[in-house]
Nanobody
Framework: VQLVESGGGLVQAGGSLRLSCAAS????????MGWFRQAPGKEREFVAA???????YYADSVKGRFTISRDNAKNTVYLQMNSLKPEDTAVYYC?????????????????WGQGTQVTVSS
């Protein structure tokens, strides 16, 4: 499985960005997908996850501001980020979880993308 993120960039606080993660390889619709982020000097943290059927799970810090979705026909998962804050600045990674469940621990995820930088200025 190969995962390629896109859509990162520089945005002012209060703005929006939409991240995409295109998957290739094994059947995309069979597994759960997650988004994580890692800021400089910090551990990688869970952001959101989505099951193959569409059930979602969010970190408290992004609930109500971020929305995860997927298009199985396009083998793509998205992260719509609204009301961005400077503390959302990080490298954002998508990951695939073949257990089909929703997990917040990165140890459950089998494949990772290379990451895309999101910078929110104040």
């Amino acid at each position: 499985v190969q995962l390629v993120e896109s859509g990162g960039g520089l945005v002012q606080a209060g703005g929006s960005l939409r991240l995409s993660c295109a998957a290739s390889g094994r059947t995309f619709s069979m597994y759960a997908m997650g988004w994580f982020r890692q800021a400089p000097g910090k551990e990688r943290e869970f952001v959101a996850a989505i099951k193959s059927g569409g059930s979602t799970y969010y970190a408290d810090s992004v609930k109500g501001r971020f929305t995860i979705s997927r298009d199985n026909a396009k083998n793509t998962v998205y992260l719509q980020m609204n009301s961005l804050k400077p503390e959302d600045t990080a490298v954002y990674y998508c990951a695939a979880d073949f257990s089909h469940a929703l997990h917040r621990s990165p140890t459950w995820y089998d494949y990772w993308g290379q990451g895309t930088q999101v910078t929110v200025s104040s």
